[in-house]
């Protein structure tokens, strides 16, 4: 159990959230929308605390939040019409997924795996100082476990967050009170992947592709055939180690949870592209953490 401090909004708070987020923790911070639960999102295992805090049931592609355009074109590959929508609606509740830039620093774990990361410039004040407090993109889905209400004041975030996380930051009620928009401009027309606060012109896109939160789909599996609970390896196979249970490379030679979900997308790629026909992953435990690493091994493992 972790002691979870509320801190009013000030410059004294915000520095407070800043040593911990550079210290790899997750911070409650309020944005115009919801409160967001924000890590550095560079730091894999940072990132795998929000999902460890959260109960999070999967690895979806986490919002990437930036204080400017310029940082957000330092992560993500911006054409015309997302430029314009950029300057047209940031800063605020609008999240653009755009192609990942090459070389961005991006923890794969944000992206879970995939090409491409939405970006969101907020408009709220104590995200934008944190932000700039920190010197880093910042990871970070609604401040509440899994499956509950999104929280619009810090006493929603310490209903199912408190004990898990080390601070919350309290300013008060969000002025929206609803999730961004989210739209795909990952090339050709635009794409509403989420309705929110923001109207624009763009086509509803309910397919199979998960691009973004709120979509249900299966996201990145490798290309190769993958065999799950394997004790060892065949010889076609790149083996992907847990625990006890060694291989090419492993998720966490001590068994360790967070460090397992930080490098469970790294590995899927480098198994991917290894010249080994298949690939093997070892057995791990469904507790915690270990759910949501079940489940996206599963959704990988599934035939196509």
């Given at each position: 159990m972790t002691l979870t401090?509320?801190?009013?909004?000030?410059?004294?708070?915000?520095?407070e959230a800043a040593r911990l987020i550079v210290d790899g923790e997750p911070v409650a911070v309020p944005?115009?929308?919801?409160?967001?639960?924000?890590?550095?999102?560079?730091?894999?295992?940072?990132?795998?605390?929000?999902?460890?805090?959260?109960?999070?049931?999967?690895f979806n592609p986490l919002i990437v939040h930036v204080p400017d355009i310029a940082a957000a074109e330092a992560i993500g590959v911006f054409e015309h019409q997302a430029r314009s929508l950029a300057?047209?609606?940031?800063?605020?509740?609008?999240?653009?997924?755009?192609?990942?830039?090459?070389?961005?620093?991006?923890?794969?774990?944000?992206t879970a795996g995939l090409?491409?990361?939405?970006?969101?410039?907020p408009s709220h004040p104590a995200m934008q100082a944190l932000l700039r407090a920190t010197g880093r993109p910042l990871a970070a889905p609604s401040a509440n476990a899994s499956g509950s209400i999104?929280?619009?004041?810090?006493?929603h975030v310490l209903k199912t967050l408190g004990g898990r996380i080390p601070l919350v930051i309290d300013a008060g009620?969000?002025?929206?009170?609803?999730?961004?928009?989210?739209?795909?401009a990952t090339g050709g027309r635009l794409r509403l992947l989420r309705p929110g606060p923001i109207e624009v012109d763009a086509a509803f896109d309910g397919g199979s592709a998960i691009e973004a939160p709120g979509q249900l789909?299966?996201?990145?599996?490798?290309?190769?055939?993958?065999?799950?609970n394997a004790a060892a390896a065949d010889g076609d196979e790149f083996m992907i180690g847990f625990g006890e249970i060694g291989g090419d490379e492993s998720l966490s030679r001590t068994g360790e949870l967070?460090?397992?979900?930080?490098?469970?997308?790294?590995?899927?790629?480098?198994?991917?592209?290894?010249?080994?026909a298949r690939i093997a992953v070892a057995p791990v435990a469904s507790k915690g953490l270990g759910a949501a690493i079940n489940d996206r091994l599963r959704r990988a493992a599934h035939p196509r």
């Amino acid at each position: 159990m972790t002691l979870t401090r509320t801190l009013h909004f000030n410059d004294e708070s915000i520095a407070e959230a800043a040593r911990l987020i550079v210290d790899g923790e997750p911070v409650a911070v309020p944005t115009e929308t919801v409160y967001g639960l924000a890590a550095d999102a560079t730091n894999a295992e940072a990132v795998a605390r929000i999902y460890e805090a959260k109960g999070r049931p999967r690895f979806n592609p986490l919002i990437v939040h930036v204080p400017d355009i310029a940082a957000a074109e330092a992560i993500g590959v911006f054409e015309h019409q997302a430029r314009s929508l950029a300057e047209t609606h940031w800063p605020g509740p609008l999240t653009l997924v755009v192609p990942l830039r090459e070389g961005s620093g991006i923890a794969s774990i944000v992206t879970a795996g995939l090409p491409s990361i939405g970006l969101r410039v907020p408009s709220h004040p104590a995200m934008q100082a944190l932000l700039r407090a920190t010197g880093r993109p910042l990871a970070a889905p609604s401040a509440n476990a899994s499956g509950s209400i999104s929280p619009t004041r810090a006493e929603h975030v310490l209903k199912t967050l408190g004990g898990r996380i080390p601070l919350v930051i309290d300013a008060g009620v969000t002025e929206r009170g609803l999730e961004s928009t989210i739209v795909g401009a990952t090339g050709g027309r635009l794409r509403l992947l989420r309705p929110g606060p923001i109207e624009v012109d763009a086509a509803f896109d309910g397919g199979s592709a998960i691009e973004a939160p709120g979509q249900l789909a299966s996201h990145y599996a490798p290309s190769k055939p993958l065999r799950l609970n394997a004790a060892a390896a065949d010889g076609d196979e790149f083996m992907i180690g847990f625990g006890e249970i060694g291989g090419d490379e492993s998720l966490s030679r001590t068994g360790e949870l967070v460090e397992a979900a930080a490098r469970l997308f790294d590995l899927l790629h480098q198994a991917d592209a290894s010249p080994k026909a298949r690939i093997a992953v070892a057995p791990v435990a469904s507790k915690g953490l270990g759910a949501a690493i079940n489940d996206r091994l599963r959704r990988a493992a599934h035939p196509r």
